[in-house]
C-alpha cells in the first residue's frame, strides 16, 4: 500500500499541485492586466474631464468678458448718437438707481482678448470632444468661432451668444455627470 502510495497518489498530487498553480498564475495575471487597464482608462478618463472642465470655465469667463466689452461698446455708440428711447431709457435707469454703485466701476477689465487666442481655446475644445457622441456640444462651439469670425456683432447677436453660453454650461454639466457615471462603473469593473 506504502509503495501504491507513493509510486501513483503522491505524484499525481505533486501533478495537480502543479497544475492547479499554474492555471491561478494565468487567471491572476489576466486579471492583473484588466485591472491596470481599467486603472489606466479610469485615471486618463478622470484627467480628462479635469481638462474640460477647466477648458471650459475659461473659455466662458473670456466670452463673457468679451460679450460685456461688446455690449459696453454698443452703448457707447449709442450714447453717442442717442435716439428719443436710449434718452428716455438711460434717465429712467439713472433715477431708478440713483444711489446704487455701478457694477462697472467696481470691475477692472483686463486688456481685451484678441480673436486668435479664442479662436484658438474653440478650436483646441472642439478637438476634444466625439462628434457622433458630442454633436450637440460641438454645435455651440463652432456657434462661438462663427460669431467671433464676423466682424460685427449686433445686439441681438450678442443676446444669442449669452443664451448659447447658458446652453454650453448645461450641455457640458449633462456631459462631465455622464462621463463621470462611466469612470464609476469601469471602475466597479462592470
Not at 460685456?68 to 450714447?79: L, M, P, T
Request: hydrophobic share 35%.
Amino acid at each position: 500500500m506504502k509503495d501504491f502510495f507513493n509510486t501513483y497518489i503522491l505524484p499525481s498530487g505533486v501533478l495537480l499541485t502543479f497544475v492547479a498553480t499554474c492555471i491561478n498564475i494565468y487567471y491572476t495575471r489576466q486579471n492583473s492586466r484588466k485591472a491596470k487597464y481599467i486603472d489606466t482608462i479610469t485615471s486618463e478618463r478622470i484627467k480628462w474631464l479635469s481638462v474640460i472642465r477647466t477648458e471650459i470655465s475659461e473659455l466662458i469667463s473670456v466670452i463673457s468678458e468679451t460679450l460685456i466689452f461688446y455690449k459696453n461698446e454698443i452703448d457707447q455708440i449709442e450714447s453717442q448718437n442717442p435716439d428719443e428711447n436710449y434718452i428716455a431709457d438711460a434717465s429712467y435707469k439713472y433715477q431708478l438707481h440713483y444711489f446704487d454703485s455701478m457694477t462697472k466701476n467696481s470691475l477692472k477689465f483686463k486688456e481685451q482678448v484678441d480673436y486668435e487666442t479664442i479662436a484658438k481655446k474653440l478650436y483646441i475644445l472642439q478637438l476634444r470632444f466625439n462628434p457622433t457622441e458630442d454633436s450637440g456640444t460641438l454645435n455651440l462651439i463652432r456657434f462661438f468661432i462663427n460669431f467671433y469670425k464676423s466682424e460685427y456683432k449686433s445686439k441681438s447677436d450678442i443676446e444669442d451668444a449669452e443664451k448659447v453660453i447658458d446652453e454650453l454650461v448645461i450641455n457640458i454639466q449633462s456631459m462631465l455627470k455622464n462621463e463621470w457615471e462611466k469612470v464609476k462603473r469601469e471602475s466597479k469593473g462592470e
